[in-house]
């Protein structure tokens, strides 16, 4: 470590005011490397990367790294001049998870890491050869390729190896992935996964779009985080324009967050009871999440809350009367999962399916930087609520829900525990609701302001990167689901087991397509 990067890791840097404290720097080549590694020293991880296009504003590409310290939030930037070869160096080396970020950069923008892996990421034929979609002369009309080039996937040779292709259309109602199988009988030697199919370009969207229109377009990109994602965006953007939410609307928005996460998790623990071949529990959890899911109308106006989080607050109160259907609601929760919870732990051929499938160790979790749910299966402890608490949860005292042994049943039982915990803070939160406005007036921020927002959602942290265009306009907006960190992941949780407990490994992580192509 060379001491440069000591001392620009320990200089005064200007602060980014959001949700979560933010550190601002630039930095050189040589830094912008030599910082990840300072940051992995620090026991920071690499929360997302993404570049820039601004040759029309001073003639140069950009490059950024946002790093998730144990105290705070490390923004890295770095400036690239050469605009014939613009590249910059890699940090897959100290982090893998940059590989495909860094892959999907040079498909959207043709800045390249210094990585040895060049193959697209994004593309499938989406653009013509040297279109760069994110690039600012590019305005999303071009024309699409005819035939995309098949992908080079890693092959695996050996005696009794073969390969099995599953996807991208799948047999289920689910998104379009990839996975390229390498097996011996049914034993899984190597899985390659190949996303980008969801890819809707909802960078160029956002750069279309004024600022207090954009956390729409933040809840729709991945469904099942409308909450999350639309709560980042706007943090984002009140940190950006100082704008300070009403107390009221900021419990407002943590009660709706918890209610997301109870929706996801008890979804979840029906689908794994069925892919276990136990419908039961199907059809048991779906019906406490059909439930929760018509509270959600009565209390905040929608089943899914698209639109429920808005600058400055949130679109409706509370009607009257309906915190006693809520705290209804919740009690028949309770009671039906720790109902449920007895069953899936007493029943036998459940556990045979849970205990010891799609197992990760502890170490490579953390060197692969995973991130939420999945981390915290693994005994990782990671959670925004907890580790980098923003309001209401400074005040509410979450419990963090972790895990030792990696596998599906791991990842079962945390979301047992953090449906108990979601319930908890509902309550605290429902009987301490303050009075006030539940919304303030957020101003136009000044042309090329830049905010982030980063919220703890049911999955992982949900990041949004904003930067203020001129006259109440978006330049530009990032977006980070942390499925991002939690794929590659899912290629080693496989190693050994057989191919037909993919689905179930599969689902006990169930990552998103979606928030993940963008």
Not at 94 to 120: K, W, Y
Not at 207 to 216: A, L, S
Not at 384 to 408: E, I, N
């Amino acid at each position: 470590m060379t001491s440069m990067t000591v001392d620009f890791l320990n200089q005064t840097t200007t602060p980014l005011p959001s949700n979560i404290v933010c550190r601002h720097a630039k930095v050189d080549a040589a830094n912008w490397q030599g910082g990840g590694d300072e940051v992995r020293a620090l026991g920071g991880t690499l929360l997302s990367l993404w570049g820039a296009d601004d040759r029309d504003r001073d003639g140069r590409f950009r490059i950024y790294a946002a790093y998730l310290l144990p105290k705070d939030l490390l923004l890295l930037e770095h400036e690239i001049e050469n605009l014939a070869n613009p590249t910059y160096p890699s940090l897959a080396s100290t982090f893998p998870v940059a590989l495909r970020m860094e892959r999907a950069t040079h498909d959207l923008l043709g800045i390249s890491s210094t990585n040895a892996d060049q193959r697209g990421w994004l593309r499938h034929g989406g653009w013509p050869d040297g279109i760069h979609p994110l690039r600012r002369e590019i305005d999303g009309t071009e024309h699409r390729s005819a035939t995309p080039e098949p992908y080079p996937f890693v092959q695996v040779e050996g005696d009794g190896v073969h390969e099995i292709a599953v996807g991208p259309v799948h047999a289920g109602t689910i998104e379009p992935g990839h996975f390229r199988f390498s097996v011996v009988g049914e034993k899984v030697l190597r899985l390659e996964e190949r996303m980008g199919y969801t890819h809707k370009g909802v960078a160029k969207r956002f750069e279309r779009m004024r600022q207090d229109e954009g956390h729409r377009l933040a809840a729709r990109l991945s469904g099942d985080s409308a909450v999350a994602f639309s709560w980042a965006y706007c943090a984002a953007l009140e940190s950006l324009t100082q704008a300070l939410c009403p107390v009221r609307a900021v419990h407002l928005r943590a009660l709706a967050l918890e209610h997301e996460r109870l929706a996801n998790h008890l979804g979840d623990l029906g689908a794994l009871g069925n892919d276990a071949g136990f419908a039961f529990g199907l059809s048991q959890f779906s019906r406490l999440k059909e439930d929760l899911l018509r509270a959600n109308t009565s209390a905040f106006g929608a089943r899914y809350l698209m639109d429920y989080i808005v600058p400055g607050g949130v679109a409706s109160d509370l009607p009257e009367g309906v915190s006693e259907l809520l705290r209804a609601q919740y009690i028949a929760i309770e009671k039906g999962v720790a109902n449920l919870r007895s069953i899936y732990d007493e029943h036998a051929g459940l556990q045979d399916r849970f205990r010891e499938a799609g197992r990760l160790e502890p170490e490579l979790a953390a060197r692969f930087g995973a991130l939420g749910l999945v981390a915290r299966a693994c005994g990782l402890d990671c959670d925004l609520r907890v580790d980098h608490p923003w309001a209401p949860y400074d005040r509410l005292g979450t419990k963090r829900m972790t895990q030792s042994s990696g596998d599906v049943a791991a990842r079962v039982q945390i979301r047992f525990d953090e449906i108990f915990e979601a319930l908890r803070l509902c309550w605290a939160l429902l009987g301490h609701l303050p009075l006030g406005p539940i919304r303030t007036e957020v101003p136009v921020a000044e042309q090329h302001h830049f905010g982030i927002g980063v919220i703890e959602g049911w999955r992982g942290p949900a990041l949004i990167a904003l930067e203020a265009g001129p006259h109440g306009a978006i330049r530009r907006c990032h977006a980070h689901d942390s499925s991002w960190q939690n794929w590659p992941l899912l290629e080693y949780a496989i190693l050994g087991n057989i191919v037909p407990d993919f689905p179930l490994i599969n689902k006990s992580f169930n990552l998103s397509y979606s928030g993940q192509d963008g």
